[in-house]
């Protein structure tokens, strides 16, 4: 029986207006010793009384917590919001009054029609309430708070739709949120990033909706096309999935490409690092790739050492004050590397990208390559069609060799350390003795981001606890070297962890 | 931390704060900020940012205890906040409007907690409100105490707790609680009466809080 039931029992209830005047010292002197004399013979009253005090007592504590919250960490998330929400009242303000006033009226009767379908009391609860129904899928849950993804870099052309119905070209400044949709058109792509060190990469003739993107989890959902992602090591209750053809690839830290032929209703899934997990609608694991590796349904796994795929460009920061570089449609080109990034080439290029020097490297059609330096102001620059074909008659660079002078490694080095340290003092509170030296054996691709960290072979580093090396490898895989050229670089660093004193 | 790359969100963050959270209800009027970010100054949503942030934690701490998730939370209502900006008309104070939804975010948070449960680290929790000038034995202690609170609150119906948090823990009054929950006062009062009536009950019954007047020095009462 309940607190409340049992004390029903009673001949009567607690005053709490008396007990409230007693508690507040509001009483006189002979009321103060009327119901001091009663509480001594009634349980009831002294029972309540005591659940009085301490209801006091702790909401006084209460009242003194300051509880500490990094508001750091959401400034990224609200400016984006604050910018869609200045898009949509622009969009809104366009619109020729009458429509407007058509709209107001279906707008009423869709308000009106929901609230009687939800009976919900407020408008931020019918609000989620509506994410909640759209997402009733096994493992859509409306935890989290929400991310949007930026795009660091576009080759082409591409549209995104919202959840609201609009449709918008897709730009090096879009910014994109959950319940968006993307579909690249023919010769195009786009990067994405998604959060430190995760993002994706949206090939050709893609469409992929945003089904979930949560700080507790992204569903990227892949109707036809092509995706690859990079994912950090993720927390416990995080999750990131691509749903495709009845599939589930999920995966727990990794760098893998899920792709999806329509015609043939074939999904592959290809894992050059990490582990993914593929099962099917109705939970049952149908593989489970350890890099590297391939499936496809029909063809089943099988080793695959010589996975090549795309990195998403993924800068540490914010893009969001970096100027726009772009580059006319050039069919004579492949690719381009830029800032670190391998971008899909010909179909022309729009990315955000740091004021000053920039270095470029085009690959072309015949086999060779060309690398020049421009220099970005702060309005952006844009490189024209017959600029980039002068390019052709330039010097060619050599593709046989690359190399990396130590004093630009060194710098990359010392420049992360301030990450690896956190990594460091995070594994102390697990293991207090922790330290010596260990070597990292970094691998850089041709365009200077680093494809793969391990620790060296040889050194007691190969005995690194686990999560040590996983925050090491988090924070390393977003380091930018100066682009080596050729097929990228190899080199050891040393490091060094001594505790405090 | 205000990252390089955002710089006319960095020139507002010292703007000054609204004060005592009392007088906030009656500073408002119609706020020229509101206006502003109505027009499309995405500067302007910043500042209400600043402005209101430190409101928000606390209404989030106050309304689901010690072991929220306030950062996920907090951010989560401010996303609401100014997707909702467009359709605030003045009808309400912006307080009381901003009240309404943050209560309205963590009242669903606490919905999908209770439909789903975690297992939260009750020391990471303790971190997250330490500073230099606190005893960390002392703000564990006090967080315990705090979650025995809380334990009794979550019995209570969303409708009674919303209120309790917002007249005891927030000390808004009534009238100003019945614009934000959309009820008539008597039926605040009335639920007020009933949660406060049924959270005694549950707290002295408790006996893991018997200790607790004890411990912060508050006398016993005689029998």
Redo the contacts between chains.
Sequence with gaps: M???A??ERHTH??K?AALAALAAGQLSTTGRARI?RH??SCDVC??????????H???R???Q???????????????R???R??E???A?SRVLPRLAVAAAILLGLVVAQHWYATRS?????Q???TQQTAGSTRNF??????LTAEVTALAGHGQVHDAAGTTRDLTPTSVLAEGDRLELAAGSQAHVRVADATGFVVEEGTQLGLSKLR?NGVILDLSGGSVTSQVRHLEV?QRYEVHAGGYRVAVRGTHFRVSFAVAKAQLTAEVSEGHVVVSDASGTVVSDLIAPARFAVNEGQRAAPNLALAAPRLPA??????PVLRLAAWPEAVAFTVDGGRILGGAGLAMRVPVGDVTLRAELRDGRTRQWTEQVPEAGLSIEHDALDRLLHAPSVSTATASLDASSIRGVVTAGMPELQRCYERSLKQRPDLGGRFGLRIEVTGGGQVRRVTPHPEAEGANLPDDLLRCIRAATLHWHFPAPGGAGVTFDAPIRLTQGK | ???????Q?AQVADAPVLGARRGLLLMDGVDPLVRR??????RA??EL?VRH?KDV??IV??TLG?DAD???????A???I??????FRGDAKLTTWIY??VT??A???LR?RRA?P?LTSASARDL????DTQDPSEISQ?NA??R??YKHLDLLSDKKRTVLVLH??EGLLPVEIAKI??APVLTVRTRL?YA??????????DPE?AE??RE?G?AE???
Excluded: C
């Design positions: 309940s607190p409340v049992e004390q209830a607690a709490l001091e509480l001594a002294r029972s309540t009384h005591q659940g009085m005090r301490l209801h007592a702790l909401t504590e209460l009242q917590a300051e509880p500490a919250v990094d508001f750091g960490k959401m400034e990224l998330a609200l400016r919001e604050a910018r929400a200045v949509r009242e622009r809104g009391p407020g408008p931020t609860a609000h989620a309430k849950t409306n935890e989290g708070a929400q700080t209750n920061q914010p893009l969001t004050s970096w | 931390m205000i990252s390089s790359a955002a710089p969100w970010a109505q027009a499309g100054d995405e949503y910043h940012f942030q934690v606390r701490y106050r010690p306030l950062d996920d939370i907090v951010q989560e401010f996303v609401q100014f997707r909702s900006l467009a359709r309404r939804i309205n975010v009242r669903m948070h999908s789903r975690t997250a409100i330490a500073d006090r105490r705090l025995a609170l005891d823990f929950v959309e009466f406060r009536r049924e959270l005694y009950a549950a707290l002295a019954a809080l607790v007047l912060l508050i009462e005689k029998p």
